[in-house]
């Protein structure tokens, strides 16, 4: 059994009444909430992971989901949690963030 579905509570945004906003799941949001206490290494966003994460190979998304390392041998920082996904899942987790619309990019008027 995976512990993916909550992974999608972060990065995707919600409207005012706490509702996910149709269309923009996995977009990336800032996070709105903090430790009570001080947590070193803690994020103020979550990224965009629809698409795969910006910049990320499909193999570099397994392997993060693997163990929690990314790109560059940097932990992902809490309240991500150290993803320990066995090979199957984290290939299953890293094609669907593939087939998702990535975010797409704001047109300046």
């Not at 919600?14 to 994020?43: E, K, N, T």
């Not at 990224?47 to 795969?52: F, Q, T």
């Not at 150290?82 to 619309?101: C, E, G, K, V």
Request: proline share 16%; aromatic share 10%.
């Amino acid at each position: 059994m995976t512990r993916a579905a909550p992974c999608s509570d972060c990065p995707s945004p919600r409207d005012r009444m706490g509702r996910f906003i149709a269309g923009r799941d996995l977009q990336g949001v800032p996070i709105d909430f903090q430790p009570l206490h001080p947590v070193p290494g803690w994020r103020t966003a979550a990224p965009a992971i629809a698409g795969l994460p910006v910049g990320w190979s499909f193999e570099q998304t397994v392997h993060f989901l693997e163990t929690g390392w990314m790109p560059g041998g940097i932990r992902a920082g809490p309240p991500t949690p150290p993803f320990r996904f066995n090979h199957y899942d984290a290939r299953a987790i890293a094609t669907y963030l593939q087939s998702s619309p990535p975010p797409h990019k704001e047109e300046k008027r």
